[in-house]
């Protein structure tokens, strides 16, 4: 007889804090497989351990396997590393702070600012004045500037007397993202077939523009948000009980919901200032492992970010490899996988949580 | 005379000897600096590489270069814009020949970095920059003088198309693509009014540059007396009866006489070896539709 | 120790919600607050846990709360409110560990979990408990809190808003044991209660707000008399004392016409 709803939740749950620091080791142990496997595969025919074995004996390796190695895997293994753990924390900060399992960096501007910046840099790039000086970093910089700018305004018009509201946050990201999408329809609307072209890839994500001089930047700024974010999980536990029960415990309050919202604009505003639009990584990976090792965020932050990022490295590789020598942009994998297996989990779900 | 004649002799053979070391060094030479193993992007590109009986030296093509069809059965590098390094270097190249415009720009970086050279190809919409073409990737292909040859036969082709073509009064409407209702149309410094200035027609439409959107009233006041349009094979993609079909485009004269041309896209708008053939067929369809 | 609140007033807009209020309650006492809906009692113990802004002062333990960071005014007082609810399957240990302090001893959650009548139910989801349970799982939680009623000579407090809302009789008596319990070994305790039975059974002192204002504070023998109650609640109402259980028995509503 199949278990129902109210069986399966009346099931004794043993002390979930062994087995969280368990997947933490197993995901570890994951995180370095994926990573070697990120540097051995690929489209060329580097060989990742003749590499090794040559270096280790003092030969020099061709050129071509350096700047395989060096120049295109290893940044682009440490880009992907980085933006799948920024991807994931932020989805888990989210979902504590607006106590929503469907909570996405989505939701406080941070996509649709840095979406609006990069149109604006690939439809009005030249006659914008400082283009020619950054160059290459051109689009990032104002992707990021476009997220920051978002998340500022949108935290600016919910916080009142030093009392940031959530519900007022979520709200008022609707609007800002209908306004943004109406914004950059006209910037599309002026935009030339190139362009257009260069705005659905752009949405699409892709690492493989990933290279030592953007990771220079966004590796500090990806690392201290997430070393940052790990404080914040006790505060996102007592808050999972509602502002004032965490407030009347100690926490302070206002102090981590502007934490939250720094992390979150930063490492997410980094993240896809690099590479574009990559979804489903931050509503998924908390999912999973709330499922596997319980809502507690004193581990689900430091395992979301690890799962992140072998989850986006797994899928560059996927990208990498299925149709080489092109390759598919990495947006389409992860919602390839992520959307059907959200539906999947949402179905297991309803019954028992009520969502 | 016995010594003269086995002092010639020998004089000879060194002479001759010493030619066979030269050329052969110089054979030598030029062996190791010929690329033998080279990517081409940019179906115009590949067009003339495949025109100058070279394409035994490619290894790799990208998403647009589809013509010959020979040129399909090479491995597909991605889209031209948006190429990844690894990927153009997994065919262990020693060129790249990419037309102007190929990306992005990071992917050419670290291909740069690596050594590996490089060769841009201008583009351009007129004859002068047909013949640069050819030029240039004859020369990096080493085979300037068949390049030559090349130019001043497709130089030649597209005259004799202008000459036949002569000026017509008529004004086209290059429709590029219908999407949900919406127009998107050729303007100025693209290859589509490049041509149809060789066939002697103006574009219907100015104003802007590139493909673009334009609106209902935009197509009423360029009132084109005909339509544009590449061949297209996917099913669910546009047909002439829905370009027609278009309220804007029904209410001006291409419309209500029904005229609209179809054209191969990359003959049309390759501006490559087979221009003149564009141009002339260009110019017959739009003769036929004046009738 | 004492909790000593002068001149309250709470405001929502132009709506006043408290009007110059003064309460007090002793450590060791269990103080009572009741009054009709609406009157203002929930605002009342919001003010004192420091979740409203309020005028005028409100010191525990001898210190302006307003001075106080939350963290250090959580050591003082717990309080227990209507929960918001969980969107989240935590287990009803964690739930009450989160009360605790890191480096307290784990064994509290269990004993507390004991005390309100739940014990086993460490295990078991939060969210496939009825109301009821789930009131003394947050109960169990504010206990964990503020375990020990008197730490280094400082009486701790409870503050308890309507805890027995959604219990039967028999868990109701239990959970104002608790809080019996807690006074008599030197902490404090304020409570919001609706039924005056309770009230007058384990309270030291009650208070009865009205329209936002403080009609008295005295004990329940001496406060709670029909003719006051009948005024604040607009009914017929009936104190009574029964000789054998020495405690007030209410109300018996007049015949309604």
């Known amino acids: 007889m199949a278990a129902t709803a109210t069986d399966v939740m009346r099931r004794q749950v043993g002390d979930r804090t062994l087995k969280a620091r368990r997947v933490t080791v197993v995901l570890l142990t994951l995180l370095l497989l994926v990573s070697v496997a990120g540097l051995a595969v690929g ?21 071509r396997d350096q700047i395989v190695l060096l120049h295109i895997r290893l940044p682009r293994l440490l880009t992907g590393l980085l933006a799948g753990a920024a991807l994931a924390t932020s989805g888990a900060l989210l979902q504590g702070l607006f106590r929503n399992p469907l909570a996405d960096p989505e939701i ?34 104002l992707a990021f500037a476009g997220a920051w700018g978002a998340t500022l305004l949108l935290y600016r018009i919910a916080t009142r007397h030093g009392r940031t509201s959530v519900a007022t946050m979520l709200l008022a990201g609707i609007a800002l993202s209908a306004l943004t999408m109406a914004l950059t329809g006209v910037l599309i609307y002026i ?31 990806i690392f201290v948000s997430l070393v940052a974010a790990q404080a914040l999980g006790a505060g996102l536990n007592a808050m999972a009980l509602g502002e004032a029960a965490a407030r009347h415990m100690g926490v302070s309050v206002q102090v981590v919901k502007r934490l939250t919202i720094v992390c979150v604009a930063a490492a997410t505003g980094v993240s896809v200032a690099i590479s574009g639009g990559i979804g489903f990584v931050g509503i998924v990976v908390p999912h999973v492992l709330r499922l596997i090792s319980g809502p507690d965020h004193k581990h689900l932050l430091v395992n979301s970010a690890l799962l992140g990022a072998c989850v986006l490295v797994s899928a560059d590789i996927d990208a990498r490899v299925i149709i080489a020598p092109a390759e598919l942009p990495i947006g389409i994998i992860t919602a390839i996988l992520g959307g059907p297996f959200f539906l999947w989990i949402l179905l297991r779900q309803r019954g028992v949580l009520d969502l | 005379m016995n010594q003269m004649s086995s002092l010639c002799r020998l004089q000879a ?18 062996a190791e600096t010929v690329p033998t193993r080279i990517v081409s992007v940019g179906g115009s590109v590949t067009e003339i590489v495949y025109a100058l009986g070279q394409e035994h030296r490619l290894v790799a093509r990208d998403t647009t270069s589809n013509y010959p069809v020979e040129a399909r059965s090479l491995p597909d590098v991605g889209y031209v814009r948006r190429l990844s390094p690894e990927g153009l270097l997994s ?7 990419a037309e102007e415009g190929a990306g992005p720009p990071e992917t050419f970086e670290v291909l740069a970095n690596s050594g590996l050279p490089i060769v841009t190809v201008p583009m351009g919409y007129d004859l002068p920059a047909v013949q640069s073409k050819i030029r240039a990737v004859s020369e990096a292909l080493g085979v300037a003088d068949a390049g030559e040859e090349l130019a001043l036969q497709v130089t030649a082709d597209v005259e004799e198309a202008i000459r036949a073509a002569g000026l017509r009064d008529q004004s086209v409407l290059f429709v590029l693509s219908m999407q949900g209702g919406r127009i998107m149309a050729a303007g100025g410094d693209t290859a589509a ?13 100015s104003g802007f540059d590139g493909y673009k959107l334009v609106s209902d009233e935009a197509v009423l006041t360029a009132a084109p007396d005909v339509i544009l349009m590449m061949q297209s094979h996917r099913r669910g993609a546009v047909s002439p009866g829905d370009v027609l079909a278009h309220p804007a485009i029904a209410a001006t004269p291409a419309g209500r006489n029904q005229a609209v041309l179809q054209m191969d896209g990359m003959l049309l708008l390759g501006f490559s070896v087979r221009t003149g053939q564009a141009v002339s067929e260009l110019a017959a369809g739009l003769a036929a539709a004046d009738s | 120790m004492k909790l000593i609140a002068e001149n309250i007033s ?17 450590a060791g006492e269990v103080t009572a607050i009741v009054g009709p809906s609406g009157a203002g009692k929930s605002t009342l113990i919001s003010a004192l846990s420091g979740d409203v802004s309020y005028a005028g002062s409100v010191r525990l333990n001898g210190q302006d709360i ?32 989160l009360g605790m302090s890191a480096n307290a001893d784990k064994d509290i959650a269990t004993l507390a979990l004991q005390k309100v009548g739940l014990a086993g139910f460490e295990g078991q989801y939060f969210q496939s408990l009825s109301g009821g349970e789930q009131q003394r799982v947050q109960l169990a939680r504010v206990l964990c809190q503020v375990w020990q009623p008197v730490k280094e000579g400082v009486p701790r407090w409870l503050f308890l808003d309507e805890p027995v809302s959604s219990l039967d009789i028999g868990h109701q008596l239990r959970v104002m044991k608790i809080a019996r319990h807690f006074a008599d070994q030197g902490g404090g305790v304020v409570v919001v209660l609706h039924d005056l039975n309770l009230t007058t059974m384990f309270a030291d002192q009650v208070a009865l707000i009205v329209g936002g204002e403080l009609v008295i504070q005295d004990t329940p023998s001496a406060a709670l008399t029909s003719e006051r109650l009948s005024a604040a609640y607009e009914c017929d109402l009936h104190v009574r004392a029964t000789p054998d259980a020495g405690f007030f028995l209410l109300p018996q509503l007049a015949h309604v016409s």
């Open chain 1, 43 to 63: 489209a060329a025919e580097t060989s990742l351990w003749s590499s090794l074995v040559a270096w280790a004996q003092g030969e020099d390796l061709s050129l």
């Open chain 1, 108 to 141: 406080i501007g941070v996509s649709a600012g840095a979406s609006f910046g990069a149109v604006c840099a690939i439809v009005l790039g030249a006659a914008l004045p400082f283009a020619g000086k950054l160059g290459a970093a051109f689009l990032p910089v």
């Open chain 1, 191 to 221: 935009a030339d077939d190139a362009q257009m072209r260069d705005i659905t890839f752009w949405n699409m994500g892709s690492l493989s523009g990933a290279n030592w001089n953007k990771l220079v930047i966004a590796a500090p700024v």
């Open chain 2, 13 to 30: 053979a060194m002479a001759a000897a010493l030619l066979a070391l030269f050329s052969f060094g110089v054979l030598e030479a030029t």
């Open chain 2, 91 to 97: 065919v262990a190249p020693d060129m790249i020949l």
């Open chain 2, 193 to 205: 009014q490049g041509v149809l200035e060789l066939a002697g027609a103006k574009n219907a439409i």
């Open chain 3, 10 to 26: 709470v405001t929502a807009g132009q709506k006043s919600l408290l009007t110059d209020v003064n309460f007090r309650a002793l």
């Open chain 3, 66 to 97: 307003k001075r106080l960071q939350p963290s250090r005014l959580a050591r003082h007082r717990a309080v227990l409110v209507q929960a918001t609810p969980l969107t989240f399957p935590f287990t009803v240990f964690e739930i009450v560990r």
